[in-house]
């Protein structure tokens, strides 16, 4: 008797309803100006104004470094915490969370197919970004390591995806905490060292950073694309990975909160 | 005559809307996250910005550019920009 049959039959059926979720956040991305606005607009408007001040004769290459891919990163960023971090907000205001909640499927893997498509759309802030740098400032990565480059970036989609894990439940179940962090957006950028690194920042803001994932696999990527500087990958990584699981361990007692929310007291939608 | 108090009307009660959305809708939490906590991390973010890629020099230029922006933005937008 093949035991393993109807547990792979209901891991099959899971990663199809996680990947129904990832296509249907893609298709409602491509047609909502919104979107376009969080990936292409505001991106481009950062990277082309770092790449002006930071080109600045007498900057070093270090510097420009930083307006190539610091307008990415902070594009990345907003589509990460707003686009992915609001996915069940977004159902609550659609008039659709009452539903998702009667499906069989765990709200995670929903959760896991939404926020995959507000990544990749946070990925593509790197493109416009890149090519404002090369063919408006003739701006390149001096010293690029591409494996390194590669894993860093692997590791920030890593930190990215388990932050926007932990505050879908977050911003769900306190209203005013999209407001609080949407408010310390600018914060997020110098402590993650997105267009600066956080070496310039005063001791004590340095020792709060620590505690942001982002912060160690935004200093692997940048030290990816520059010669000197430390190059303690394997320890940054390292970091950013075991921060970020402890944020998941966090969002495990939101997600039993916001079933407790929605199925016991059937308040969540009131929130 | 009529026509100007109709205005003055309209006035009066914008001032009022912008008052509840203030105080009552907003709430203190939007308040403080919007017009104390985002002004405060955006003159941090661009001073530090522009000191780190252009030297010291320019630090009270940059705050005091980035204070007018808030302020004027506040002004058009209303208590919740």
């Known amino acids: 008797m093949n035991l393993l049959g109807p547990q792979r039959l209901v891991v099959r059926s899971l990663v199809r309803a996680a990947f129904s979720a990832f296509v249907l956040s893609v298709r409602l991305r491509v047609i909502s100006p919104w979107s376009y606005l969080n990936w292409l607009v505001f991106p481009l408007l ?150 600066f690194p956080v070496a310039v920042l005063a001791p004590w803001a340095q020792g709060v950073a620590g505690f942001l994932a982002p912060t160690w696999a935004v200093k692997a990527l940048y030290a990816a694309t520059v010669a000197q500087g430390p190059h303690d990958f394997a320890a940054w990584w390292a970091v950013t990975s075991g921060l970020s699981l402890a944020y998941l361990a966090g969002a495990y007692f939101l997600y039993a909160l916001v079933e407790r929310e929605a199925r016991v007291s059937g308040e969540l939608a009131l929130v | 005559m009529k026509h100007l108090g109709l205005e003055a009307g309209v006035f009066a009660r914008s001032l009022y809307l912008q008052y509840v959305a203030l105080f009552q809708w907003a709430t203190v939490r939007g308040y403080i996250a919007y017009k104390v906590l985002l002004p405060v991390t955006q003159i941090l973010f661009f001073v530090q910005w522009g000191v780190y890629a252009t030297g010291r020099q320019n630090a009270l230029y940059l705050a005091l550019g980035n204070a007018l922006q808030l302020t004027a933005n506040a002004a058009i937008f209303g208590p919740r920009s």
Request: hydrophobic share 55%; glycine share 14%.
């Open chain 1, 46 to 195: 950062f990277a082309i104004v770092g790449l002006y001040v930071l080109s600045l004769p007498g900057a070093g290459s270090s510097h420009l470094v930083y307006g190539v891919l610091g307008g990415g990163l902070i594009g990345y960023w907003s589509v990460a915490y707003i686009d992915a971090g609001n996915g069940i907000q977004d159902e609550r205001w659609n008039g659709t969370l009452e539903q998702i909640f009667a499906t069989p499927t765990p709200l995670w893997v929903i959760l896991l197919g939404k926020v995959c498509g507000g990544l990749l759309f946070g990925l593509f802030a790197f493109v416009p970004t890149a090519a404002a740098a090369f063919f408006g400032f003739h701006a390149v990565l001096p010293a690029l390591d591409p494996w390194r480059f590669v894993i860093s970036l692997g590791v920030l989609t890593l930190s990215f995806f388990c932050i926007a894990i932990t505050m879908a439940p977050l911003f769900a179940l306190w209203r005013w905490a999209f407001s609080m962090i949407n408010g310390f957006e600018l914060g997020v950028y110098i402590l993650c060292g997105f267009m």
